[in-house]
């Protein structure tokens, strides 16, 4: 019993060192290899770059330092040289008793028929619409007989209405309130901006005609009667501004004067 189970011990250790020999260790080569292949794929995707060397976008090349320096200041440029809103909305600025002339304001004035003058971007508009009107002109075409005015005229034309309610026995202080319902003060005129004009014709019915039509050209009836408390300003017919048509049709179809026009498109900014 004992002979067999030492011949058992001894007979095993041989059979296993010649399946050992038969073994080639493939495994551990492809393991090895593997494991090699994969570390040399992260270092080389993965591994520290300078800023030269960063990856571009698809489809795009990386920028040298040259062409970065470049494109910041054309951004840079590009933000300086943005218009403003005034710039855009130069036929929207508002001119009433509460707010001036911007300052350094600078119109280039062309002349109408009559010799009145208005800035040079309402003059198309406004000589089409005055062509139209002459159907309700009896076939005349109507007259701007205020345009364009310059401070010393405003002024001028304030003071003298002035003067004519203190010759009706007002106080200076009541003659001046009673002027501003009629002229603006001096520096507070659409007339300044020459976006305003005052049209006269051969019949009443001109103004009917320019109420219905006129912001199909860009112009809207500035100081309807039912909007004095608002605009400041007493009724006046025959006094049109320039606000553009897609402005003025909003206002005519809405109901709105200047000032909540700004104020609805201010609330929905």
Same mark, same amino acid.
């Given at each position: 019993?004992?002979?067999?189970?030492?011949?058992?011990?001894?007979?095993?250790?041989?059979?296993?060192?010649?399946?050992?020999r038969?073994?080639?260790?493939?495994?551990?080569?492809?393991?090895?290899?593997?494991?090699?292949?994969?570390?040399?794929?992260?270092?080389?995707?993965?591994?520290?770059?300078?800023?030269?060397?960063?990856?571009?976008?698809?489809g795009?090349?990386?920028?040298?330092?040259?062409?970065?320096?470049?494109?910041?200041?054309?951004?840079?440029?590009?933000?300086?040289?943005q218009?403003?809103?005034?710039?855009?909305d130069?036929?929207?600025?508002?001119?009433?008793? #509460?707010? *001036?002339?911007?300052?350094?304001?600078?119109?280039?004035?062309? +002349?109408?028929?009559? %010799?009145?003058? =208005? !800035?040079?971007?309402?003059?198309?508009?406004?000589?089409?619409?005055?062509?139209?009107?002459?159907?309700?002109?009896?076939?005349?075409?109507?007259?701007?007989?205020?345009?364009?005015?310059?401070?010393?005229?405003?002024?001028k034309?304030?003071?003298?209405?002035?003067?004519?309610?203190?010759?009706?026995?007002?106080?200076?202080?009541?003659?001046? #309130?009673? *002027?501003?319902?009629?002229?603006?003060?001096?520096?507070?005129? +659409?007339?300044?901006? %020459?976006?305003? =004009? !005052?049209?006269?014709?051969?019949?009443y019915?001109?103004?009917?005609?320019?109420?219905?039509?006129?912001?199909?050209y860009?112009?809207?009836?500035?100081?309807?009667?039912?909007?004095t408390?608002?605009?400041?300003?007493?009724?006046?017919?025959?006094?049109?501004?320039?606000?553009?048509?897609?402005?003025?049709?909003?206002?005519?179809?809405?109901?709105?004067?200047?000032?909540?026009?700004?104020?609805?498109?201010?609330?929905?900014?």
């Open positions: 019993m004992e002979e067999k189970m030492m011949q058992v011990r001894n007979d095993h250790p041989r059979r296993s060192q010649k399946r050992r038969k073994r080639f260790p493939w495994g551990d080569i492809v393991a090895t290899l593997l494991v090699v292949a994969i570390c040399a794929y992260v270092f080389l995707s993965f591994g520290e770059k300078t800023p030269d060397e960063e990856t571009p976008v698809r795009t090349s990386a920028p040298t330092t040259t062409q970065a320096q470049d494109n910041a200041l054309a951004d840079l440029l590009a933000e300086n040289t218009p403003t809103a005034s710039d855009i130069w036929n929207l600025v508002l001119v009433n008793y #509460e707010n *001036a002339i911007p300052e350094n304001y600078e119109i280039n004035l062309v +002349e109408v028929a009559g %010799g009145e003058k =208005v !800035d040079e971007r309402i003059y198309d508009p406004l000589m089409e619409m005055l062509e139209a009107a002459k159907e309700g002109n009896w076939d005349q075409l109507p007259m701007v007989v205020s345009g364009y005015r310059t401070q010393a005229k405003q002024q034309l304030f003071q003298d209405k002035v003067a004519k309610y203190q010759s009706e026995g007002h106080s200076k202080s009541e003659a001046e #309130e009673l *002027a501003k319902q009629w002229v603006a003060v001096p520096g507070y005129s +659409e007339h300044q901006a %020459g976006l305003a =004009v !005052d049209i006269n014709g051969a019949t019915d001109l103004y009917f005609w320019l109420q219905e039509n006129s912001y199909k860009g112009f809207i009836f500035r100081y309807p009667g039912s909007k408390e608002i605009t400041g300003v007493a009724e006046e017919v025959w006094h049109y501004r320039y606000v553009g048509v897609e402005a003025a049709t909003e206002m005519y179809e809405k109901g709105l004067c200047l000032e909540e026009y700004l104020a609805e498109r201010q609330g929905e900014a």
